[in-house]
């Protein structure tokens, strides 16, 4: 029987609370391998697992801050570098091209990495499908800091849905995401504090019979989430965990 496998390679917050690697996690079926995010710190994550970069076929960007997105530039240079032929999908909100270019430009000037690589971007469109050659993607606006276009992700691939909050506070969106996944990975970095543009888990327990999903799994914990991992009922996320759907 064919299975669609989710591997963590980061589940951190944006200050690797708990010694965890930046967002990333990488979706593998027989004729697909995606990655939700590629966050600063991620792309070590890849290595230190072993997998294969070259086959990777599709990225997935939630939105533009560096725990989400920053690693990208590393693995496009890699692979400009060794010469990639293999196309490769870039999903992202509005501007992704441009952002990405001008962080290579950054990191390493000259290096026209995005020149040398069959690339293709593709844009979210709020509750519109974005199809690539083995995956649909629904994205769904969520409330994180404004200037980042924060997504939540819906991603049909494998016979499977696989829905990601993304970074975000409450929402209703999370319902139409969560509902009937095999997995909805949610963020949670607080357990009860209210830190803006993110979820606590004593909000989350409220909505949690409205949100419908099969299997649910927390992820970007902050310090206090941590501290209160014994008073959380549902499972989280840790760096190498794998989960087959």
Same mark, same amino acid.
């Given at each position: 029987?064919?299975?669609?496998?989710?591997?963590?390679?980061?589940?951190?917050?944006?200050?690797?609370?708990?010694?965890?690697?930046?967002?990333?996690?990488?979706?593998?079926?027989? &004729?697909?391998?995606?990655? /939700?995010?590629?966050?600063?710190?991620? &792309?070590?994550?890849?290595?230190?697992?072993?997998?294969?970069?070259?086959?990777?076929?599709?990225?997935?960007?939630?939105?533009?801050?560096?725990?989400?997105?920053?690693? $990208?530039?590393? !693995?496009? !240079?890699?692979?400009?570098?060794? #010469?990639?032929?293999?196309?490769?999908?870039?999903?992202?909100?509005?501007?992704?091209?441009?952002?990405?270019?001008?962080?290579?430009?950054?990191?390493?000037?000259?290096?026209?990495?995005? #020149?040398?690589?069959?690339?293709?971007?593709?844009?979210?469109?709020? #509750?519109? $499908?974005?199809?690539?050659?083995?995956?649909?993607?629904?994205?769904?606006?969520? $409330?994180?800091? =404004?200037?980042?276009?924060? %997504?939540?992700?819906?991603?049909?691939?494998?016979?499977?849905?696989?829905?990601?909050?993304?970074?975000?506070?409450?929402?209703?969106?999370?319902?139409?995401?969560?509902? =009937?996944?095999?997995? %909805?990975? @949610?963020?949670?970095? @607080? %357990?009860?504090?209210?830190?803006?543009?993110?979820?606590?888990?004593?909000?989350?327990?409220?909505? =949690?019979?409205?949100?419908?999903?099969?299997?649910?799994? /927390?992820?970007?914990?902050?310090?206090?989430?941590?501290?209160?991992?014994?008073?959380?009922?549902?499972?989280?996320?840790?760096?190498?965990?794998?989960?087959?759907?």
């Amino acid at each position: 029987m064919e299975t669609t496998k989710v591997s963590v390679i980061g589940c951190g917050d944006a200050f690797a609370s708990g010694g965890r690697l930046h967002t990333c996690f990488y979706i593998q079926t027989p &004729y697909s391998r995606l990655l /939700l995010d590629c966050g600063a710190t991620a &792309y070590y994550g890849l290595k230190k697992r072993g997998i294969s970069v070259r086959d990777i076929d599709t990225i997935a960007i939630s939105h533009f801050h560096g725990d989400h997105y920053g690693g $990208v530039p590393f !693995l496009l !240079l890699e692979e400009s570098i060794r #010469g990639r032929e293999e196309p490769l999908t870039i999903v992202s909100p509005p501007t992704g091209k441009e952002r990405i270019a001008r962080l290579l430009d950054q990191l390493y000037p000259g290096s026209e990495a995005l #020149g040398k690589l069959n690339l293709m971007f593709k844009t979210y469109i709020p #509750g519109a $499908v974005v199809q690539t050659d083995h995956l649909e993607i629904t994205a769904y606006p969520v $409330v994180h800091a =404004d200037e980042a276009l924060a %997504f939540g992700l819906r991603v049909d691939v494998g016979g499977k849905i696989v829905s990601y909050s993304g970074d975000t506070a409450w929402t209703a969106a999370l319902i139409e995401l969560a509902r =009937d996944a095999d997995l %909805f990975i @949610c963020e949670c970095s @607080c %357990f009860e504090s209210q830190l803006s543009g993110h979820l606590d888990y004593r909000t989350l327990l409220k909505y =949690d019979e409205q949100l419908g999903y099969k299997r649910m799994i /927390l992820t970007h914990l902050g310090p206090e989430m941590l501290i209160h991992r014994s008073d959380v009922q549902h499972p989280c996320a840790e760096d190498g965990l794998e989960i087959e759907l």
